[in-house]
């Protein structure tokens, strides 16, 4: 869960190698735990293991990226609707919280990332579907680290937060059309950010 979250907060960016013994140290337990952990992830996609045992952060092709991020935009509306369905005083009151560490973290871009991961899945986690929950981990996963590429500037911060407020407005009123459109807005810009950076790497 440990690994998961640092993947899950962009943390880490894609193509960072893996080492073992750095990760043990980090996290105080043996090896054994960590590369057991690290399959896990590997079989999810998130983390890559070569023949010769060398551990990375995965990297996506323009083709995943796409149909990653359609499919989040199409779990994450229904999860997010969901969700706003079975919202109470006190989680309303919760994702103000989660929103308002976002934007007090606004001039620190990692610990904006790590506010922005608990923000939306404080919300998803509301819709009590626990196998589109999973899948929508596994796919953020995949496309996380490219965040901390994304998000590297309080500039960046400043651009993305109203994605979230608008988000939250709306859940709070029961407007899904508007949050549909605030999550898309979200989502898309993600895509369209990593994307163009694929392609001008691959033109390099």
Known sequence: ??????????????????????LSAELGVSISPIRD???KLESE????????????????SLDEVSEIFDLRLLLETKILKESCDNKTTESIEQAKEYLALMDKNIDSPKNYLIANSNFHFYLYSMSHSQISLHIIKELWGKTAPYYSLHITTSYDCQIDMPHHTTML??????????LAKALHNDIMGSKKFITSLLKKNNSG
């Open 45 to 60: 996609g998130s983390v890559v293991i070569e023949a010769n045992r060398k551990m990375y952060i995965n990297k996506l």
């Open 37 to 39: 952990a690290l399959w």
């Open 169 to 178: 407005k709306a859940f709070i009123q029961n407007d899904k059309k508007l």
């Open 1 to 22: 869960d440990l690994i998961s979250n640092r993947i899950l907060e962009g943390q880490l960016v894609p193509g960072a190698i893996i080492n073992l013994r750095t």
